[in-house]
């Protein structure tokens, strides 16, 4: 979670209200439809709003952010056309200053689950009997209670970690989407990810959501080991880690948020606008939404690039609809 956008970044102007913002996208072109080609959503079946959030956080995240509470998120989400957003817990020690368990989660989202909709999350070396079956009837608890998905998944530990593989299994057998963090320190992997394809390859039930800096950073093809903990500048090099995997595998996504998932379609906007369409079926807007008064580069951003309509509406709420099974 690198929700503090890179520092070459432009700041991103205050939120606008819902009917700004509809102004500001007619202005400049942007037609807005809410209705995916594959899968028509009706206007009254969910909450109103052009975006589905993949990635936000309640709670105090880090001892230099201010504490997000239910009803803070849900008045940023109001100014910001956000019609719902996934609340992420953090319970690995190189996740955050704090713990945000997912019983905080589940407990905070309950009043509000038309629109907040949780996760949860295990760490991969917490103590627990039965192996697999063990995590398997762990998770089930959580399903119950109304989680759609596990993460932010975010150890210290190796991407392809026999541990985090159990996670996987898991998960794959249970249906829930799995969004980890890559970088240098957390869920780590070597240039072109091979750790990380060995997981995708492995388990193909899961379905797999990337985020982070060397995620993001593998958009382009001469990322070098140091790339994997940053934010990489100019222009991209196609055949990245990204673009190869989506073209062998089917089980992998990509979440758009922090200021990694900003970069790296801003870095080059030309390879980046032309990845958004190329890839609309695998990509979901999210901004790591965490703190009062954060910049969300993202909402600049989307605006800018005048995306065609189906492809708006795939990334910014459809995609991430089917693949967490939501319902009105």
Request: with cysteine; net charge neutral.
């Amino acid at each position: 979670m690198n929700w503090k956008a890179p520092v070459s970044d432009s700041a991103a102007p205050p939120p606008l209200s819902r009917r700004e913002f509809c102004r500001a996208g007619l202005a400049a072109g942007v037609g807005f439809s809410l209705a995916s080609s594959a899968r028509p959503v009706s206007a009254k079946e969910f909450p109103p709003g052009h975006y589905v959030d993949v990635h936000t956080h309640l709670g105090q995240t880090w001892n230099s952010t201010q504490p997000l509470s239910a009803e803070g998120l849900l008045k940023w989400m109001d100014a910001s056309d956000v019609a719902q957003a996934v609340v992420l817990p953090l319970v690995s020690p190189e996740s955050s200053s704090y713990p945000l368990t997912t019983d905080f989660v589940l407990s905070e989202t309950k009043p509000h689950r038309d629109r907040l909709i949780p996760f949860c999350s295990v760490d991969p070396r917490a103590s627990y009997s039965g192996g697999l079956r063990g995590l398997v009837d762990m998770l089930k608890k959580y399903i119950d209670a109304g989680v759609k998905g596990f993460g932010e998944h975010k150890p210290g530990v190796k991407i392809d970690d026999p541990r985090n593989m159990t996670i996987y299994a898991a998960c794959g057998e249970l249906n829930l989407p799995l969004l980890f963090h890559l970088d240098e320190q957390r869920n780590t992997d070597a240039p072109g990810l091979p750790g990380l394809e060995k997981a995708i390859k492995e388990f193909p039930k899961t379905q797999f959501i990337g985020h982070g800096p060397g995620w993001w950073a593998s958009i382009s093809a001469n990322v070098k080991q140091a790339d994997l903990g940053g934010y990489p500048d100019g222009p991209v090099a196609p055949g990245g880690a990204i673009d190869t995997l989506m073209d062998k595998y089917s089980n992998i996504h990509g979440d758009l948020s922090a200021g990694s998932g900003a970069r790296a379609i801003s870095r080059d906007l030309t390879f980046g606008r032309d990845f958004l369409v190329r890839r609309a079926d695998r990509l979901m807007f999210g901004t790591d939404f965490l703190s009062p008064g954060q910049e969300v580069p993202q909402l600049t951003l989307f605006r800018q690039l005048q995306l065609p309509a189906d492809v708006q509406a795939k990334i910014f709420r459809d995609n991430a609809r089917k693949l967490l099974r939501l319902t009105s």
